[in-house]
């Protein structure tokens, strides 16, 4: 059968049967393409099914997480009739309260999220027990505890334990809390019980830290959250409700989503960015050892326009069936993320198909393997079958229309990829750098070249024949540069990424911190708590603080307030702002914390009330010293004057509180304290466990959290999210290990001519191997810095910005990682070269 013609030359259908016969089966000579475009479209498929799932889960069940259309919390009391009637107008009501507990046996304590809810509760989804049962909220002295608790007290079902002052009855184990994601962090397991429990069981005092929640679900389905939000807020202006709605049911896990796959949209894009540059080699590659097929197109008659036909269809079936195993495996990897994630986020169990992201990586993968396969495939057009012949030795020159092709792709890829992302500026910033890089590496790949053309010329003649492979016509080193360049930039960010977050692991999550945190202890019985915990332990270190809660509800100079109901958006980093946090008083600077601006007061201040604020957060609201704040507490508003403005040090495991009030200020409102023990080193386990019993009897309102517990998950959670960072970007690694190889590969092609003259002239296979790992180690040795600069950077990027963390890599690990990947260039070089020593001279020189 013979190729179809018309009066310009090959028709499509004639191109195809040529580039079909040409066609390996196992795409020899493509797999490097194959190969990179499969990495960058998986890693992006993946990526997206992942995240459109969770987004898709969140938004479709923002009702059940949240378990109704709206939240309203106050802290520190109940709803007032009044308010309770204005939240009923919306629809089916359900309240309760979540506070800190502690459950006890005789021989066991714990502490406790105490969840308290009524009879209409769930509003939405399903709560279920792990016998399958459906029981609805709990009644009479029935308690539901998570599985952590009944293994905590060492109790079964059906067996008693104590909150508070009442014995309660383990009912049932829960399977199925369906509004737990929005409830976000605890310090213990959940146990849920009757709305009237806490207040029976002594927990709901005056000054007690508990939260009231309601949730509505609306009457009208159509009804705007928000602008129920904005009718309650003005008709109880001062009442510090909270509020969250089924749009965002659980903000943190919508802050994870968005900054992980923030993240991980910039690994998928370096991961195409590095391929690119695998594709241009690898098909610069190929065309170099299909040039006598293309030398013999060319004398039967072929015009170069067949030519292009001919081996684009060929590249094109190479780019679709990487993408297409791409695209497959991104769908059978997500399971598997999304199993690791369970718990954490809402994520369908089995396979997901999501349709926009799978189109959107695809996409990406056949522009990258149009944008970066067209410049080596359009050099190869234009040029007779001599110069094909012996291009080995004569290279070819650039086509300037290639650039308008390369160009044209570039610029599609960068219009999609922020015409699609949630944050344009961030991947505009990273595609800019990724085009800054690719321009450094290039003009690099030139000063090398030059650089080794001026050099005096070395004695020795390995050193002289590798800088002269270096600068020589038709030398590989722009390509080698730059894959080099990314490929060791990809050992960097590893080690910087891996690196900075173990640092945060170890800054943020103290070694050395209190054993105990109490909260609720009665003022009128410090001096009790004090004497309790001596007597085993006469050496611990204890300190109390007066607790409560109040909102900021203006803010600013005394004669031009700013109310905060009326603040159209937070200013960034001014989150004091937000609903209520915990406030004190105190006579002293707390410690922890360093005055900067403006004066402490006087012990037992009796004059204007005064607060100490963050200076931060007084940076972000733009507020100073002498301006005012209005503060409401349990419903009343006070009028306080900044005296001064702190530095504090957040990460110690102390109490560092944003509002340090004057004892004047507030002292008069009620309250409880909250304390810290940190009992002496080798305090023996079992007297621990008297104190915790102890405690728990003498103070049954009160909550103790044990520390270390609460370090081990902080511990666990930044461990997880390392190695979520670790395992997506060692995909970048992997796209920079196989552009590294496919380098080696390319150049080792070139290079069969030069050995074989070199064997025929005496040379040893010693000394052929030693001239490779000279040449490329002194490549490698010039990008070193280049990749450190441009790795961390990137790291840099992803740690501070996506993450929020501190930047704390350990450079000693980075240089060392950096040392393995040029280890692993040379070991490559090393591995690439052997072949040559098996090329036949009569075979090769009878190619030329």
Known sequence: MSAKV???????GGAWHIARRDLNARFKGLRLLLVCIFLGTAALAAIGTLTASIERELQSSGQALLGGD???????????EDELTALGEYGELSGGYRLQAMASTDDAAAPVELKAIDD?????????????SEPGAPTANDAYLAQGALDRLDIAVGEEFRVGTMTLRAAGVI?????????????????LVAKDIPAAAGLLQPGSLYQSKYRIAFENESDDPEAIEDALTEAFPNAGFDFRSRDRASPGADRFVRQMSDFLTLVGLAALVIAGIGIAGGVSSYLDQRRASIATLKVLGASSRDIVRVYALQIAVAAIAGSALGLATGVLVTPLLGAALEGLLPVESGFVIEPAPLLLAGAYGLLVAFAFAAAPLLRARSFPAMALMRSRIVPLARDKRALIATGVGIAAICALALITTAQPWLSGGFLLGAGGALVLLAALGLGLQWVARKLPRPSNPLLRSALANIHRPGAPTSALVTALGFGLAAFVLLAAIQSAIDGNIQSRVPQEAPDYFVLDVPVEGEE???ELIQEPFPEAAIRTVPTMRGGILAFGPEDDMQVVAELDEIPDGAWALRGERGITYSDTSPPGSRVVEGEWWSPMHDGEPLVSIDKEFADAAGLEVGDMLTIGILGSERDVRIANLREIDWETMGFNFALVFSRNAIADAPHKLSATIELPDGADTQDRGELLRALVREYPSSSVVEVGEVLVQARTLLEQVGLATLAAAAVAVLAGLAVLMGAIAAARAART??????????ASRRQILGLQLAEYGLIAGALALVA???????????????????WLPDWGAVLAVLG???????AFALGGSLPLLRAKPAQALREL
């Open 820 to 826: 393995l990947g040029l280890a692993m260039v040379l």
């Open 70 to 80: 709206l939240e309203v919390e106050v802290w520190q009391r109940d709803l007032t």
């Open 753 to 762: 001519y030069d050995t074989v003259v070199l064997r025929v002239l005496g």
């Open 120 to 132: 209409a509760w769930p509003l939405y989804g399903d709560f279920t027990l792990v016998d399958g």
């Open 6 to 12: 018309d009066a310009k030359g090959l028709t499509w």
């Open 175 to 191: 399977e199925n809390e369906p509004d737990r994601l929005s409830e976000g962090f605890q310090l213990g397991p959940t146990v």
């Open 788 to 806: 450190l600069a441009l790795g961390s950077g990137l790291a840099w990027v992803i740690i501070t910005q996506l993450f929020e963390f501190d």
């Open 528 to 530: 009790r708590f004090y």
